[in-house]
């Protein structure tokens, strides 16, 4: 095996047991799975010196940073908050915002709980009518000196345009608490319960859309079918 690469993690203090990663031939489950999730979460920063403006990337392959266009067009199709462990830190909730774009790949937005961010996707959701929860919007990120805040576009009534969702005076400007956070998850779960039973997502996705950045075109007004929980999902990861 002297010309196969791979590293290894030791599993004791002495080293004697190791775990092999990166062995050609080989497959993880677990590690396929965590990869690919990975690839597919969009983790929502600041901007940086080369990010050009973007606040939000994805991780490629070799854990590059791949800076993603600011505006995304989808369907919100799941929300979840899970605890983030570290060896020498203090554990940290997490905001996980799943979403199918107009293409049909999933994605995953991903922020701290206790972040204007979260704060600003949060009180957009609770914002929004039960309508406009079945609905496909538009989020847009915006970077405001070292915090990223989201808005949120509804369609409009004219069918060919998005609207962003107006935001009540008395949230503007407030960061939500821990409780109201999952207040607002329950409520959005409970919209889409009882929103009725609607077209899958794989009925109305477009394969050539340009779900970043796109043209304020016109859109599909179907729902696609929600699988929530009516309870905020809290769970380790």
């Known amino acids: 095996m002297t010309d196969t690469q791979y590293s290894t993690v030791n599993v004791d203090e002495k080293g004697f047991d190791q775990l092999a990663q990166g062995l050609t031939g080989f497959s993880d489950q677990a590690e396929d799975l965590l990869r690919k999730q990975m690839m597919t979460t969009i983790f929502i920063s600041g901007t940086s010196a080369t990010s050009q403006g973007r606040c939000s990337y994805m991780l490629g392959e070799d854990g590059s940073r791949i800076w993603l266009p600011s505006s995304l067009r989808c369907w919100i199709t799941d929300l979840a908050v899970v605890t983030q462990t570290y060896e020498s830190y203090d554990p940290v909730d997490k905001l996980l915002v799943s979403v199918t774009a107009s293409d049909g790949c999933n994605y995953i937005y991903r922020c701290g709980l206790n972040s204007w961010t979260a704060s600003s996707f949060l009180t957009c959701l609770k914002a929004m009518t039960r309508e406009q929860h079945a609905e496909q919007v538009q989020i847009t990120l915006t970077p405001k000196g070292r915090a990223t805040f989201v808005a949120i576009s509804c369609v409009g009534a ?8 107006a935001i009540p005076k008395a949230d503007l400007g407030r960061k939500l608490g821990y409780d109201e956070s999952l207040d607002v998850i329950t409520y959005v779960n409970r919209q889409a319960q009882e ?8 009925d109305q996705v477009d394969p050539e859309a340009l779900p970043f950045e796109v043209q ?7 729902a696609p079918r929600r699988r929530r929980s009516l309870e905020p999902r809290l769970r380790r990861g």
């Open 158 to 165: 004219d069918l060919s345009t998005f609207e962003r969702i």
């Open 195 to 202: 929103n009725p039973e609607s077209e899958t997502v794989a």
């Open 216 to 222: 304020l075109a016109q859109t599909d007004r179907r």
